[in-house]
Structures are given as C-alpha cells and as structure tokens.
C-alpha cells in the first residue's frame, strides 16, 4: 500500500478527512509539540533514534501527547503507552491494545494499515485531519509518528505526539 495513493481519507470512524504527508522539515509542521519531538528525531542525523534513546523524562510537557507502539511483526502492532490528551483527544484510552488488519475493532484495523504504510516509509509522517464525537464539536490536530530502530535498521516502535490545533 503506496502512502501517497493514500494522503486524504474519509472515514467512518472519529476521524474524518485525515491527510497523511511524510515529512522532510520541521517547518512543514503547525504545532509546537509536534515540531519539538520532530526535531529531537532529526537530531540523530543519518541513524535514526532507538526506543531506549527516547526519555520521556527529558520531555514531561509533551508527556500528555505522546503514544508509543511496538512493532510485533510487520503487520502487528501492540498499543504500550498512551498519553491523556491523546485519550481524550481519539475518545478511547488507547494501552496494552494489539492492532493488525484483521482486529475486531475498524479504528484498530485502520490504524494497523496505517503502521503498515509507515514501516514502508522508514521515515516521520504528519496526520493533520478533525475528530467528531457526539457529545462535542469536530477537533482539528496535527500528529507525527517517527520510527525508532534497533541497531540492524528495523523498525521497533513508533512515537508519536498528537495534539489539537486550537481554533
């Protein structure tokens, strides 16, 4: 599944109009968390980070925003940490949840295809799209996923950050 055969979709969960965009600047990004964990990223250079070189420690502001998920094989993917404006923001409080194309749950099943595409990508990707629920307005935000990798150049997680955009 090609990412830019993919950039729009209409969906029929909390998410709607969701555009996908890989990133090559932090200057292509609107929010200032997002901005924040792209540039730690870039830091690294040519080897991109590993999951033990993020330390949410260095980083308690953005503690809120942050989810964090392994790779378990190239098509599974476990939910280990989600932060509470990231729960309160996709209306579900994401730990502990293992996604794949073939999970019960559609939102599990569309976010799997989407790790998908990224394990492709090798590189940090931007969502900017809106979030309905019945008990309150559509919310606009912006999130990054970066991979970390293990020595060998494998995927092994994502971070990410995911935050409103205020109006």
Sequence with gaps: MDLSSKLVSDREDNFHSIERKPLNSVDELHLEKTSELLSWWKSFGATPPTRSDFDIIKFPHLAPNIYLIEVISPTRFLYRLC???????????????????????????????????????????????????????FSLFESLDVPLMDEDGNITHFLGVLDEIKR
Aim: overall charge negative.
């Design 83 to 137: 932060g509470e404006e990231v729960g309160r923001l996709v209306g579900r409080a994401y730990r502990m949840v293992e996604m794949s194309p073939t999970s019960d749950v559609m939102e599990d099943r569309l976010l799997a295809d989407y790790l998908i595409m990224l394990m492709d990508l090798k590189g940090p990707c931007t969502c900017r799209g809106s979030l309905k629920f019945f008990d309150r307005d």
